[in-house]
């Protein structure tokens, strides 16, 4: 006991001893923790914001705006509010001394205001030279316009003079002095007048032109320059207009060159064009030395943070190497004692003291002198909670800040060195960017090529995508079209009911993206018909009011008031933005309802279409984008009411190209409005057409020429449900073989065929017979169908077949009297005797006067040619073929391009007649629904 207790009493008086000394340590180390390593951590973090404020100074220097200016600015002072704020920390601690820090950044704000001051002032002047500069165009073109009259009236008076020689020299007298001397006056005056005003105009001209080369001048000499150019233009304008005639005009045209700079420029302009122009380019000179002394500046704070932040850390080693320095007199005194009572128990302490102290501290102190020289070591895990465990944890925290700082400092290395590369890359830019302009005018024609090769691209992807995606849809429309006809259950009817919903939908997705791809390629063009706008209206109100009243809502639709004339315009097309307008109002309503009212403008002709909803409204900053290709509201809008973003798009181009305008009206949560405003040709009211859905025969012969089997089904399944014979060829070849083998009333033939193609197999049977050819594609851009019209084509539908438009057009050519639609308002006019007799008679003509047309054209019998055209133009005009009448005009007139294309019309035309008339002579037709 005695030699524990003496044993113990060592261990006790040296811990006694070592406790206050480490509580020193501890203390120390704690406050190195605590204090001294976030403040490097924070001081380091200023050279970082002193990098954005470089980074982000040139875009303040490019702002073109009041409110970017603002924002650019707002965002260098908050990040330099955020370095003072780390730096203000430090004023008053021991730490380092950050005064100079704090002076240096005071000198980067200052910097960052002045480029903004003079970023406002160059946004200022900028302003202020656009409107002198469209103040002095104004005036440049009244100018030239006063040249111009001054130009007419010269060369009327030289032409007087020049008529009064004629009349003089056709006179009996022959006056040779009054002729001579008018001559004197033609050379020595009116010529010399007409010279003058010429080269006034011309001068006039070249004043508008030099101006608009002020905004883009980069240089005060080249200002200078282009000044001088303008005066001595404007000088010799000047000259110009003191022999004019006529005084009203000079003294205009005096004030207009003083606006234009040969006077004083009167308040508040204190600067004329040129003037302001300059101080533009001062100021462009000054934001770039501004530019440098903000980055000097920056350059200063981050040497002035770096040097503190050096300060800082030297005395966080210096505490740390005073630390060591304790903790070894601790180890020293812990080995004195424990040697003095290694004679007693050392068998009984030694492992003890040299496990549970020694070793810990040896770690811990090893530890402590690598992170001074700047070495890596293990992490450090404190175990237990006494002093030598918080040395420990203080101990494993600076070696994590330590690791920290040194990924700080190679970072800030990096960061260093990129900036001096992106400042040599953009040098380097800056060269190549002025080798590019050089050569830009060269690759001008190469850069062309590219952009209709790209465009013809375009055109044959858009047009082999369409044909193929239409072929598919085409055949699942019209299978969920057949299933549709059996006996369903009322389940499998209704869910029928959403796959054909969601496939007429994906079609609509189909022909909007279509319809965009040929308004972007400029492949749409307008069609001139007469309409009524009540039927639109009703079409509109038929098509969406089951849609309405799904959802609940009530739709309205209101025409003008009284009579309104039947209009000359594209109806389709307005029928189509219409449709547009009223879907998306009745997308974005959930309750309430939508009206259309349609409204008379100032002139005869112009309406105002109206959609209005109480839907949720269109956000300010979106009225304006929601018209452009793929925008939507938002995103939240795009993912709860789906759409491609194309219909207002869409609207908005068809309108423009009809010569209108759409717009849009709204606040948020009380409903929107659009306005489209258009024109229209109001026409007499034309005659009532004989209705052609009376004409289809429940028994047609047809022959379907379609190669993809989904596709043969879907046609022949609705062909027969109307009651026709069908029979089906594969390809070209097939059908002309068949034609010949079997008696048709007309052919359904598809445009892509596997071996012959549609076109070609349709010239084929127009050289064979009469039949009557409907094409069927999925090519319906106009270029395509005009090819198939031109090869023979009657008619051309597109994919996927809709049943009413495909019996619309077999009761338009080939119903059972086969009358075509040519001969069908001569029918209603006159009766079936005497149009019977017309048509013959017309045949008649035709078989002996086309032969002799034609061979006065190629003889080049210019009047043979006039005459027989004349003739054949006023006996077409008996039937309604405004194409062949335009085309016999035309050749009439001698245009060479209508003498192509007036054979295979006048074969058309031919074969229209031939089956008309033998319709007529069977009487097999029925009479028009009433």
Same mark, same amino acid.
């Given at each position: ?25 501890? @203390? ?68 380092? *001394? ?65 008529? *009064? ?292 691209? /375009? ?120 449709? *547009? ?5 009745? /997308? ?194 106009? @270029? ?147």
């Amino acid at each position: 006991m005695l030699a524990i207790a003496v044993i113990a009493s060592f261990p006790a008086t040296t811990a006694v001893l070592g406790w206050f000394e480490l509580q020193d340590v501890a @203390r120390t180390q704690s406050r190195l923790v605590t204090e001294a390593i976030p403040a490097i951590s924070e001081v380091r973090a200023v050279a970082e914001g002193t990098s954005r404020v470089v980074a982000v100074a040139p875009e303040l220097a490019a702002v073109s705006t009041e409110a970017q200016r603002a924002e650019r600015s707002e965002f260098l002072m908050a990040q330099v509010d955020a370095l003072r704020s780390r730096l203000a920390r430090y004023s008053t601690g021991s730490e380092g *001394n950050p005064l100079e820090a704090l002076a240096a950044e005071q000198q980067v704000r200052a910097a960052i205001r002045g480029l903004e001051r003079l970023v406002g002032q160059r946004i200022s002047l900028i302003a202020r030279r656009d409107v002198q500069l469209q103040d002095g165009l104004a005036a440049a073109r009244e100018l030239t316009e006063i040249s111009d009259t001054l130009v007419a009236n010269a060369e009327m008076g030289t032409a007087a003079v020049i008529s *009064n020689l004629y009349e003089i020299e056709a006179g009996e007298s022959g006056d040779r002095e009054a002729r001579l001397e008018a001559l004197d006056k033609l050379i020595e005056v009116d010529l010399f007048q007409l010279g003058l005003m010429t080269e006034m105009r011309a001068h006039s001209a070249e004043i508008g032109l030099l101006l608009n080369r002020v905004a883009a001048v980069a240089s005060p000499d080249e200002l200078a320059a282009l000044r001088e150019e303008l005066n001595g233009r404007l000088k010799v304008v000047t000259r110009r207009i003191v022999a004019v005639n006529d005084p009203r005009r000079a003294d205009r045209a005096l004030a207009l060159l003083r606006r234009l700079g040969t006077g004083t420029p009167a308040p508040p302009q204190s600067d004329g064009l040129f003037e302001t122009a300059g101080e533009v380019l001062d100021l462009d000179r000054r934001i770039d030395a501004a530019q440098g002394e903000l980055r000097d500046a920056a350059e200063a704070l981050e040497q002035a943070a770096s040097e503190l932040a050096d300060q800082i850390e030297a005395r966080a080693v210096t505490a740390g190497a005073l630390a060591a320095e304790a903790i070894a007199a601790t180890q020293r005194l812990y080995a004195l004692s424990s040697i003095l009572a290694l004679a007693l128990s050392l068998a009984v302490f030694w492992f003890y003291v040299r496990g549970n102290v020694i070793r810990r501290l040896d770690r811990l102190s090893a530890g402590m002198f690598s992170l001074a020289e700047g070495e890596e070591i293990a992490p450090i895990i404190p175990k237990g909670r006494d002093e030598i465990a918080r040395m420990e944890g203080a101990v494993e925290f600076f070696r994590r800040q330590s690791l920290a700082n040194r990924a700080f400092e190679e970072e800030r290395g990096r960061h260093l060195i990129e900036l001096q590369a992106h400042r040599n890359e953009l040098q380097r830019l800056v060269d190549e960017r002025t080798a590019q302009l050089r050569g830009e005018v060269a690759a001008h024609d190469a850069a062309r090529a590219r952009a209709e090769h790209a465009d013809r691209a /375009k055109t044959d992807f858009l047009a082999m995508m369409s044909h193929e995606v239409r072929t598919a849809m085409n055949g699942v429309l019209g299978m969920l079209r057949g299933i549709g006809r059996g006996r369903l259950q009322a389940r499998q009817k209704a869910q029928l009911d959403v796959a054909l919903a969601s496939g007429e939908s994906l079609m609509g997705v189909l022909n909007s993206i279509l319809d965009h791809s040929k308004l972007e390629g400029g492949m749409v063009a307008l069609e001139e018909v007469p309409f009524q706008l009540s039927a639109v209206l009703k079409d509109v109100e038929l098509l969406m009011g089951p849609i309405a009243d799904e959802k609940g809502l009530q739709l309205k639709v209101t025409g003008p008031e009284g009579a309104q004339p039947h209009l000359q315009g594209d109806a389709g097309k307005l029928r189509q933005i219409l449709f *547009n307008l009223v879907s998306n109002a009745l /997308k974005f309503t959930d309750e309430g309802g939508v009206t259309l009212s349609v409204t008379e403008l100032g002139g005869l002709g112009r309406y105002r279409f109206s959609v209005c909803d109480s839907g949720k409204g269109i956000a300010p900053e979106a009225l304006e984008r929601i018209f452009a290709p793929f925008e939507q509201e938002d995103a939240e809008t795009a993912r709860h009411f789906g759409g491609t973003g194309l219909g207002l798009s869409i609207s908005r181009r068809l309108t423009d190209l009809m010569g209108g305008s759409l717009t849009v009206e709204s606040k948020l949560g009380q409903g929107a409005t659009f306005h489209l405003d258009l024109g229209f040709s109001p026409i007499v009211a034309p005659k009532a057409a004989v209705a052609t859905a009376s004409l289809v025969s429940p028994a047609l012969r047809l022959l379907v020429v379609e190669d993809h089997p989904v596709n043969q089904t879907v046609i022949q399944n609705c062909l027969e449900e109307m009651g026709h014979s069908v029979t089906i060829a594969g390809s070209g070849q097939a059908a002309l073989n068949l034609v010949t083998q079997a008696d048709f009333d007309a052919v359904l033939m598809d445009v892509s065929l596997p071996d012959v193609s549609g076109i070609e197999v349709t010239r084929q049977l127009r050289d064979e017979t009469q039949l009557p050819v409907i094409g069927i594609s999925a090519h319906v851009q106009p @270029r395509d169908i005009a090819a198939c019209r031109e090869a023979g084509m009657v008619e051309v539908l597109p994919k996927p077949i809709i049943p009413a438009r495909l019996a619309e057009a077999l009761g338009r050519y080939c119903g059972r009297a086969g009358i075509a639609a040519s001969v069908s308002s001569t029918l209603a006019d006159l009766g079936p005797d005497r149009t019977q007799a017309l048509v013959s008679l017309m045949l008649d003509r035709m078989d002996s006067e086309v032969p002799d047309l034609m061979q006065a054209i190629s003889q080049g019998r210019h009047a043979d040619r006039a005459r027989i055209a004349h003739q054949l133009k006023g006996a077409i005009g008996n039937f309604d073929m405004p194409q062949l009448v335009s085309l016999l005009a035309a050749v009439e007139a001698g245009d060479k391009r209508a003498e192509d294309e007036l054979i295979p019309a006048l074969k058309q035309a031919q074969a229209e007649l031939h089956r008309s008339l033998a319709a007529l002579q069977s009487q097999s037709f029925m009479p028009a629904a009433q």
